[in-house]
């Protein structure tokens, strides 16, 4: 299995910047794709960015230009760099990673970091 440890969130002014960390343990080596995901008080999931295996990027448009998703070398660590936030950024901000165990393709997700945005 595989276990995803959120940190780094916390409460930031508007334009400021953060750094989120999402720390994987477990059998690592099986995992392919991760993701961050985050969820705003009474609105649904959503994605903000996305690495594949291949180090594809995907972005939400709300976060273009702003966030940048990346992970270390060993794949233990995914991070996620949030530059120029706005007031429409907070929210809980989860992790996700997709893994094979016996040729079962399975997802993980962490318990979430808070992050609130001051205007």
């Known amino acids: 299995q595989v276990q995803l440890v959120e940190s780094g969130g916390g409460l930031v002014q508007a334009g400021g910047s953060l750094r989120l960390s999402c720390t994987a343990s477990?059998?690592?080596?099986?995992?392919?794709?991760m993701a961050w995901y985050r969820q705003a008080p009474g609105k649904q999931r959503e994605l903000v960015a996305s690495l594949s295996s291949g180090g594809s990027t995907n972005y939400a448009d709300s976060v273009k230009g702003r966030f940048t998703i990346s992970r270390d070398n060993a794949k233990t660590t995914l991070y996620l760099q949030m530059n120029s936030l706005k007031p429409d950024d907070p929210a809980v901000y989860c992790c996700?990673?997709?893994?094979?165990?016996?040729?079962?393709?399975?997802?993980?997700w962490g318990q979430g970091t808070q992050v609130p945005v001051s205007s």
């Open positions: 996700n990673a997709h893994f094979v165990l016996a040729a079962v393709s399975l997802t993980s």
């Open positions: 477990g059998i690592i080596a099986s995992i392919s794709d």
